[in-house]
DNA sequence: ATTCTTTTTGTCAACGTTGACAATTCACTT
DNA sequence: AAGTGAATTGTCAACGTTGACAAAAAGAAT
């Protein structure tokens, strides 16, 4: 029925060789002659070999897995997670697993417990807000696991990170909005545990001080979605001295203070201009079309991948990569 | 360094018995005594045992891990997917592979090779639009990998599917919107390729039939996706004599449409009424939230793995799942 | 009691690969 | 020509589990 796969003894019987030389040129190891080494990849394209997982990592030490520990409430940004991992795992050949940790349970100690029981996985990709959590980070290390960061805001250095430069990239959005004319600035704040959002609102902050903005910031809080982003843009452009210009710390958010605009029957932009920051799917997907910074998630994705595949095996001498945002003008700030 | 993992031999060991007999347990064979049984799951909660899946694939015959073949634009749709079956794998000790086609490349073929060749699992999900590729299915057959499509279209009875009835509850829309006194209708199509939007579509005009409705129901030509949504709206929007009522085949097109009168100065739903289908994230993420019809695609991945993991690998004798939908009525056709 | 089933438990060889180590070959020195 | 060390290739035992089959124990039928 099933099309029997060829194995490595098949290999090693066609081109002449042991098993154990097709193992050494399969797994790219020093010491093959070259005619012995062309032999060999003769063979296996002829019997369209493939390594079996499964006796790979039961023979030895690698899983030839990548996992990605996530528990966003955002679709659009855990695609893009997976997108990136998947990419960096398809060319090494490796294979990507999906956990779902629901931190919002108070189970979570057991949930972490379940999952890295029977995780084999050479490493771990954590995303936000897991990076942030002590509880993961230290089950992972007691296991010995390998882990990337995902834009970690906690613990700077305790692990291998990938990050962009949050702080510089509000503040290019300062910049924007002071380019453009706007003198009252209003914010919207992240909800209080997701670090990344407080280096946001530091560097928006400073950057307009920088730029001599004397007119104190309106601030409301909310969490990072659409519901909450309308009562906090209700509330900023109900104020009795209403901003100008509003910078939400997402874009769901951002489009909740733009849906809060509408229904008060302001015009985006003429009336109220307003950023966000992700570059995530709705940021299209609202109009005006919103701006707002493009945070290469599938990028650093894949450099996590990429880091977990190359080290195979260690959270020694963790590395920290920061890979280039960018910013994204679109009408929702047009003048 | 890392804990050393319990073997079954160290269970069989405590348990003081072999360690085909704790296999036996841990597969819930039958012919097992009810003493040994407890003595052995006992064993296993002291030792923290866990069976090793690399292990048990290269000696069984089963991979214990799920995948999942898709290709879908929307981020919001595939989560869907993958949170349903992760909760049925996870309930079973299985694993969950993504594996991303991308459909749109020349090299599709190539693709699904490599995919096929290097992917151990009981079975795959496969998802629109794959469900009705005949090449993708072909693929499986022809290896005789068990899966199972979700929201099929093409290919009735095929293969194990899981579906709700896309065509009542279209005509469940048609009369939502009949009730609320509306005789002008719109129809935004999608994309030809999409069967389920055929029978949508399909079953949206026959309602209308029946419910004895006379004018010309105006019909347009759209993507999926929001851009397209937009000018499809602004088409019907701007006929001599315009619809009332606007029914989109998913929801983001519909939100292009919402877009699209928002543009032209009209308030919905006051001057038209706009529903969408699928209640994605979009729907409850636009001003004034959407009606649309519930698509239970979290339900339909989880059943979907259930069975491939209960039937253990066959596609033959397939099985055919309906899973209920449910009519959304929200703000975007309040009267 | 004795035999015949049936149920329960055990033994042993795969499964396909890697890691440790041994053996061979090769290219230089002397 | 022999000796040396390095480069290349080979052998064999794991890895932790399941499947096929054998053995033992327990019940049922005589």
New binding site residues.
């Given amino acids: 029925m099933t099309v029997?796969?060829a194995?490595?003894?098949d290999v090693a019987k066609l081109a002449?060789?042991?098993?154990?030389?097709v193992?050494?040129v399969?797994?790219g190891e020093?010491?093959?002659?070259a005619?012995?080494q062309a032999k060999v990849r003769a063979a296996i394209a002829q019997l369209d070999?493939?390594?079996?997982t499964a006796?790979?990592s039961?023979?030895?030490?690698?899983a030839y897995t990548i996992g990605i520990l996530f528990d966003n409430p955002s679709p659009n940004y855990t695609m893009k997670v997976q997108t990136g991992a998947y990419a960096a795992c398809r060319a090494s050949g490796y294979h990507l697993l999906i956990e779902n940790l629901e931190s919002g349970r108070d189970d979570v100690a057991q949930q972490i417990e379940a999952i890295l029981m029977n995780a084999r996985v050479d490493g771990f990709i954590v995303t936000p807000p897991l990076t942030d959590n002590a509880a993961v980070l230290d089950a992972l290390e007691v296991r010995a696991i390998p882990y990337a960061r995902i834009a970690p805001v906690s613990f700077p250095g305790r692990s291998n990170a990938l990050s962009i430069d949050d702080g510089r990239a509000a503040a290019e959005i300062a910049h924007h909005l002071w380019a453009l004319g706007h003198r009252r600035f209003g914010l919207v704040n992240g909800p209080a545990d997701h670090g990344a959002a407080g280096t946001r609102r530091a560097g928006f902050l400073a950057a307009l001080d920088d730029l001599g903005n004397t007119s104190p910031v309106s601030e409301s809080y909310g969490g990072f979605d659409f519901e909450t982003g309308i009562g906090a843009g209700r509330y900023l452009l109900t104020l009795a001295d209403p901003p100008t210009a509003i910078f939400a710390m997402n874009d769901d958010s951002a489009a909740g203070v733009m849906s809060a605009a509408a229904q008060l029957g302001l015009v985006v932009p003429r009336d109220i201009a307003i950023a966000g920051f992700d570059d995530s799917w709705v940021a299209q997907s609202v109009w005006p079309n919103l701006t707002t910074v493009y945070q290469p998630i599938s990028e650093m994705s894949q450099a996590a991948a990429e880091m977990l595949i190359a080290r195979g095996g260690t959270n020694a001498m963790p590395e920290q990569i920061e890979i280039p945002y960018r910013l994204v003008p679109r009408a929702s700030t047009q003048p």
């Fill in positions: 029997k796969r194995t490595i003894v002449g060789v042991s098993w154990k030389t193992s050494r399969v797994n020093a010491n093959v002659s005619g012995v070999y493939v390594p079996h006796a790979r039961l023979a030895g030490s690698r």
